[in-house]
């Protein structure tokens, strides 16, 4: 039976955990459709998601529809848990993008539809709520459109818009109107097509849809598919749409084991739970898995999806969707055998903000450290960073809503009563030019040939280590790169450049200002060490020998001193905005962007409504949000995501280190050697 592991996505309140439903209802896995409003779907089972009426955490749940197995991961919808969704999307063979057809393409919708495009998922476009008052099917296609994707067709039709009666009519073969549309669509994609069709060849009904059907699993056409989750309109087309449009997968259950866990949880002891979506071969029972970097375990239990439940099994074989336990040093983004998939990749922007969690309780500052760990497992972007001088927790966020449901999450899984500081904005560093520094061990100075003359510190050095490093800007959005340079390759043990690879990603974790340096180059351009020595007839002596230990506590004083010969600058996150208000709301609305240092383009008029767009820093946003309904008298509507970074204006913003400040050289060596050399 082949698989299709099929991604549920929209912006939040578009309807898709009530398109789950009906799905289910429809597979015959519920015999009752659960409402997010009563908070009893199949999906969102934790009680936080079931009383806010929002979904949190992806979930799991397994259908068959004809000859395939579907395992439906439904996503999160609000943009504040954007990280959920980009955990699933390297796991999926196809997703379905739904849309309010009231409230039309929105902000995440536009987000969503990007990444979905740009990753080559095949994607079909269902417009939801045809069942609701306002709801406008042509204007949300032209809206898909012009802000989605013109490579579009509509499938079918809606009739009795905004009443209990609405319903969907597919188009077929008799509809001359839909039958150019549809050759005209596969005429732009496939060159094949285009000749018959230029040559005036008679072309059936099924080739077309033959045609629609591999266009769609190339992700480079949508059909479009209206209904209502609710009443189930529209709802039966677009299951036989799933399994007729979107590929599934048998995969080599006897092929090399390679999977990918997109979600880490922990069962009712405490126990680590992965969730792996396998590429290749087979996972059993006390299969012994290599997973991550290095690690290993031996596999204790496993559990599959089948029929709405996950249910004990013997193994998990290519193409499905498993849990794993007994995988304790397990992370999210792990590769289990052979990696298939880029685990760092990453298609959403970062955390922006940040703040500091407080226990109420000055004693509950260890369960609280417990605490967040175990978050931090199923969402690694929070980042618990400890700041040991300052006695404080860090926490990255997306968003206000987040930041409730984490204190939330505390007080009722952890029983921890805390609360937050203000929230700030998350900048970045990004070097100006290109610097070089290094740090010579005794008499085994190594002096290779280097186009950039590095920086010498006149200070003793007191570890049996030689780095030379040199730090030059990378492309945007290039991240880190760490390289050798020709002349130092093959001059020591594998283990210390990887030492001095491992200390320079996280010592750049906090650059000159404090921030993560990002979008560079590092090359290391000198390389010296101690080989295993001991005295006579005994044992190896470390005093004498160089180890890893060395290459990590130098490397972060020769990177540090390098970087700031090369300088950084700090930039700021930028969110892009779209305001629609009334047009008589201009007027108040543009010098209350102004004083928030928004950028705002010229407006554009549209009857007796008015389009603002532009830029605003992240810090902002929520300003503007606060502020939105008494500027346009509850009218307008606020749309914004993370589009840019751009150099801070004023004075240089700066982040207390939590490091031990190699930037500081007396400081570093008394925290890490304990003595000034």
């Known amino acids: 039976m082949r698989t299709l592991n099929l991604g549920i996505l929209a912006h939040v309140d578009a309807g898709k955990t009530s398109l789950t439903e009906r799905l289910l209802y429809g597979a015959g896995i519920i015999d009752e459709i659960g409402s997010v409003d009563d908070g009893n779907t199949q999906t969102d089972s934790m009680a936080l998601e079931r009383a806010r009426g929002i979904t949190i955490k992806s979930a799991v749940v397994s259908f068959a529809i004809n000859d395939v197995t579907v395992n439906l991961i439904d996503t999160p919808g609000h943009p504040d848990f954007i990280a959920e969704v980009e955990r699933v999307l390297s796991v999926l063979d196809g997703a379905v993008l739904v849309i309010s057809a009231v409230e039309g393409v929105q902000a995440q919708t536009r987000v969503l539809m990007r990444t979905l495009q740009r990753?080559?998922?095949?994607?079909?476009?269902?417009?939801?709520?045809?069942?609701?008052?306002?709801?406008?099917?042509?204007?949300?296609?032209?809206?898909?459109?012009?802000?989605?994707?013109?490579?579009?067709?509509?499938?079918?039709?809606?009739?009795?818009l905004g009443t209990r009666e609405a319903s969907y009519r597919r188009h077929d073969a008799t509809d001359a109107e839909f039958m150019a549309s549809l050759a005209e669509l596969v005429a732009d994609h496939d060159d094949a097509f285009l000749a018959a069709y230029v040559a005036d060849e008679a072309i059936s009904y099924d080739r077309l849809r033959a045609d629609l059907a591999a266009l769609t699993g190339q992700a480079q056409v949508h059909p479009v598919f209206y209904g209502s989750a609710i009443t189930g309109a529209g709802v039966p087309e677009l299951s036989a749409?799933?399994?007729?449009?979107?590929?599934?997968?048998e995969g080599d259950a006897a092929g090399p084991v390679s999977g990918s866990v997109f979600k880490v949880d922990r069962g009712p002891a405490g126990e680590k739970i992965a969730y792996v979506r396998m590429f290749s071969g087979t996972v059993r029972i006390r299969d012994r898995l290599q997973f991550g970097r290095g690690s290993d375990a031996k596999v204790t239990a496993v559990r599959v999806f089948d029929r709405g439940s996950a249910v004990p099994a013997t193994g998990v074989a290519a193409g499905a969707i498993g849990m794993l336990w007994g995988l304790g040093d397990i992370q999210i983004g792990d590769a289990i055998g052979i990696s298939s998939t880029d685990a760092a990749a990453h298609y959403f922007a970062p955390p922006t903000l940040e703040t500091v969690v407080v226990p109420r309780e000055r004693s509950a500052k260890g369960t609280l450290r417990v605490a967040l760990a175990q978050l931090a497992e199923a969402d690694p972007l929070i980042n618990v960073r400890q700041d040991d001088i300052r006695q404080e927790i860090y926490l990255s966020l997306y968003g206000e809503v987040q930041k409730e449901v984490i204190q939330a999450t505390l007080a009722e899984e952890f029983g921890l009563d805390v609360s937050f500081r203000e929230t700030t904005t998350i900048c970045v560093e990004r070097p100006v030019g290109t610097g070089a520094a290094a740090e010579f061990m005794g008499a085994?100075?190594?002096?290779?040939?280097?186009?950039?003359?590095?920086?010498?510190?006149?200070?003793?050095?007191?570890?049996?280590?030689?780095?030379?490093?040199?730090?030059?800007?990378?492309?945007?959005?290039?991240?880190?790169?760490?390289?050798?340079?020709?002349?130092?390759?093959?001059?020591?043990?594998?283990?210390?450049?990887?030492?001095?690879?491992?200390?320079?990603?996280?010592?750049?974790?906090?650059?000159?200002?404090?921030?993560?340096?990002?979008d560079c180059a590092v090359t290391m351009t000198h390389t010296g060490y101690a080989p295993r020595q001991s005295h006579a007839h005994q044992g190896f002596d470390k005093s004498m020998s160089s180890t890893g230990w060395d290459f990590r506590c130098l490397t972060p004083l020769v990177l540090m001193a390098a970087l700031k010969q090369a300088g950084t600058t700090v930039y700021e996150p930028m969110h892009g905005f779209r305001i629609e208000m009334p047009a008589n709301a201009v007027g108040t609305m543009l010098p209350a962007l102004t004083k928030l240092d928004a950028v705002p383009q010229t407006p554009t008029m549209s009857g007796s409504t008015c389009v603002v767009e532009g830029a605003i820093p992240a810090a902002r946003v929520y300003e503007l949000q606060q502020q939105l309904p008494a500027l346009t008298r509850g009218e307008g509507v606020l749309e914004s995501a993370f589009d840019h970074?751009?150099?801070?204006?004023?004075?240089?913003?700066?982040?207390?280190?939590?490091?031990?400040?190699?930037?500081?050289?007396?400081?570093?060596?008394?925290?890490?050697?304990?003595?000034?050399?």
């Open 119 to 160: 990753l080559r998922i095949p994607t079909l476009l269902f417009v939801n709520k045809i069942d609701r008052g306002g709801a406008d099917t042509e204007r949300t296609f032209q809206a898909i459109k012009q802000k989605l994707t013109p490579a579009v067709i509509a499938m079918g039709s809606a009739g009795s």
């Open 241 to 249: 749409a799933i399994t007729e449009f979107l590929p599934a997968t």
């Open 444 to 518: 085994q100075n190594v002096s290779p040939h280097q186009n950039t003359a590095p920086t010498f510190t006149g200070d003793p050095n007191p570890f049996l280590a030689t780095v030379g490093l040199r730090v030059e800007p990378g492309p945007i959005d290039s991240g880190i790169t760490f390289g050798l340079d020709n002349a130092v390759l093959g001059t020591m043990p594998l283990a210390f450049f990887k030492a001095v690879e491992e200390s320079v990603h996280e010592t750049l974790h906090q650059g000159l200002h404090g921030w993560q340096v990002t």
């Open 645 to 677: 970074y751009q150099p801070s204006q004023g004075a240089i913003p700066t982040r207390p280190r939590t490091d031990h400040n190699p930037l500081d050289r007396k400081e570093y060596l008394l925290r890490v050697v304990r003595r000034v050399v």
